[in-house]
Each structure stands twice: as structure tokens, then as C-alpha cells.
């Protein structure tokens, strides 16, 4: 009877018990995996970021002393690239290929790791009306609202052009397709220009005119143009 009283005395968790128990469980491991998408999200644009400046060189480097300046966009010819093709000579192909092919990029350094498709390099005009594009541009596609704000704000003020396009370029479509871009327009307060060659478009972009571009969603572009 001792032993049947002890027994008694002794009671497993119910029911209530346990789904608190998987409740606390289960927000654990959500924020857990929230934590780890933000560091992931946070490093790539971090490679992102370190791979235009990286670009940057290597785009001068290749064609800066060209006569007729830099080649066209190809945007068309940039999104069918695939990690074969990006290293196969061919006539007129995209400028980013070029650069794999001479070995001035890796194809990870060519790749946006956001949206999976190599980057949209191609000439763009310094002044209105010019013959052969003098400065060039890079497009980031395929960006959320936070990671477009992220990539202004780290490098924007290290261009001489900086423009977003909010809905026109999801992973697969490019803003820029085969026209050079001319550089040398005037940059409006609170985009999509941020900067510009313009004569009153050298300018510090801040946080206020960051946080008033770049939609919610995953068709923002980020163009960044040099000369």
C-alpha cells in the first residue's frame, strides 16, 4: 500500500504542460533561424559590396585606355551566361564574361549572390550626346527593399552615379539592356538618381533620401556608374 501511495504521489506532465514546453521550443528555434537568415543576408551583401569595388578595377583596367571606350550594355546576353558559357570567347559578349575570360574576375566575383545572375556591366556616357562611352555602369538586380537601402548606403558615396529602379529588375531582368546610360544627368532630391555627373550632382546621399527609395519587394536594382 506504501509503495501504491508513492506511486500516486508521482504524476507526469499533462497536456497543457507539454505544448507550453513545445511553444517555448518552437519560439527558440524561430528566432534562432531568423538570426541565422539575417547573418547569411548580411554577409552576402557584404561579398556583394567587396565584389563592385573589385569590378570597379578590373572594368578600368580592361578598357579605360580603348579608343572607341567601353562596350555596350548586354543585358540580354548577360542573363543567358551560365558557369560554362561565362568562360567561353564568343563574338560580342557581355562585358562581365570578358572579364572572367581575362581572368580579372573569378565567376563568383561576376555573380550577384542575391539574385543568382551575373552582374549588368556596360558602357554609359559621361556628357550628353558622346560618341563612345566614357564610364561605365554596374547593375545590382533582384534586391529586397532592405538589402537595396544596405548596398547605397555602404557604397554610394564611393560612385560618381548612383540610381535605384524599384519594380523593373527581379532576378532574371535587368533595368539597363542595351543603351549606354548617360551619367551626367540631373539627380533628383529623393531618387531613383542619388548622384550624379551633373554639375549639382556630386553629392553626400543621406540616410533621409536612403530610406526614401527602394520598394518592398524583390525587383529593386541598385546601378552604380563610374568614369
Request: hydrophobic share 40%; glycine share 8%; charged share 15%.
Amino acid at each position: 500500500m506504501k509503495q501504491i501511495d508513492e506511486l500516486k504521489k508521482q504524476r507526469g506532465m499533462t497536456l497543457l504542460e507539454i505544448i507550453i514546453v513545445l511553444g517555448i521550443i518552437g519560439t527558440i528555434a524561430a528566432g534562432v533561424v531568423i538570426l541565422a537568415q539575417r547573418a547569411f543576408d548580411s554577409r552576402t551583401i557584404s561579398e556583394i559590396v567587396s565584389n563592385t569595388n573589385t569590378v570597379r578595377i578590373a572594368v578600368k583596367d580592361a578598357y579605360q585606355r580603348s579608343a572607341t571606350g567601353y562596350p555596350a550594355p548586354n543585358s540580354a546576353g548577360t542573363i543567358a551566361l551560365t558557369p560554362d558559357t561565362i568562360r567561353t570567347n564568343a563574338a560580342g559578349q557581355p562585358i562581365v564574361a570578358s572579364l572572367v575570360q581575362l581572368g580579372k574576375l573569378s565567376v563568383d566575383e561576376a555573380r550577384n549572390g542575391i539574385s543568382n545572375d551575373y552582374l549588368n556591366i556596360g558602357g554609359a556616357l559621361t556628357s550628353a550626346g558622346q560618341a563612345n562611352p566614357k564610364g561605365f555602369f554596374v547593375e545590382l538586380n533582384g534586391l529586397s527593399r532592405d538589402q537595396c537601402r544596405s548596398i547605397v548606403s555602404q557604397v554610394g558615396n564611393q560612385w560618381d552615379y548612383v540610381e535605384v529602379s524599384a519594380t523593373a529588375a527581379p532576378a532574371g531582368a535587368y533595368t539597363i539592356a542595351t543603351a549606354a546610360p548617360d551619367m551626367s544627368v540631373a539627380a533628383a532630391l529623393n531618387g531613383p538618381i542619388l548622384r550624379s555627373l551633373d554639375v549639382d550632382g556630386n553629392v553626400s546621399i543621406t540616410p533621409a533620401q536612403i530610406t526614401s527609395v527602394c520598394e518592398d519587394n524583390t525587383s529593386n536594382s541598385v546601378i552604380l556608374g563610374s568614369r
